[in-house]
């Protein structure tokens, strides 16, 4: 049996996390993180999705940030997460696999939506400029 190459790290264009709630207590708690990722970390946050939108099986937000990051955010994440499902996965050529292979879950492990209508080749997403301007220490 033989396994593919290892992919290089410079795969990675950059990283996503999707931060997901149900019901009006876990929306609660993930404005409140939402809140204190933007006082803390050089992100880009995106709006706060209510309803599903695909691939995603559940309301979340989704907080886009660049490769160095990852060290100190994602840490952080697994500490202050307040019992919240987190997905954390990477932007390469392959949405798809991004998604279902290279995907990093804090709590449950939820469906992908439609994985079929993810692009297995484009070009990787880089972390747009951050939105997000740190006032406290990680
Ligand atoms: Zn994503």
Redesign the pocket.
Request: net charge neutral; charged share 0%.
């Given at each position: 049996m033989t396994i593919p190459s290892p992919q290089p790290l410079a795969a990675i264009g950059s990283f996503?996390a999707?931060v997901y709630f149900d019901g009006p207590a876990q929306r609660e708690t993930a404005l409140a993180l939402r809140a204190q990722i933007a006082e803390r970390f050089a992100v880009t946050l995106g709006r706060v999705h209510e309803g599903l939108v695909g691939p995603h099986a559940r309301a979340m937000y989704?907080v886009a940030f660049d490769v160095p990051l990852f060290g100190n955010f994602v840490p952080w994440l697994m500490l202050n997460r307040q019992g919240l499902t987190v997905l954390v996965?990477t932007n390469t050529r392959d949405e798809r696999r991004d998604h279902l292979v290279h995907a990093l879950w804090m709590g449950e492990i939820l469906d992908i939506v439609g994985p079929e209508h993810l692009a297995a080749d484009m070009e990787p997403e880089r972390a747009p400029p951050p939105n997000t301007q740190p006032t406290v220490a990680p």
């Open positions: 996503h999707h989704q996965h």
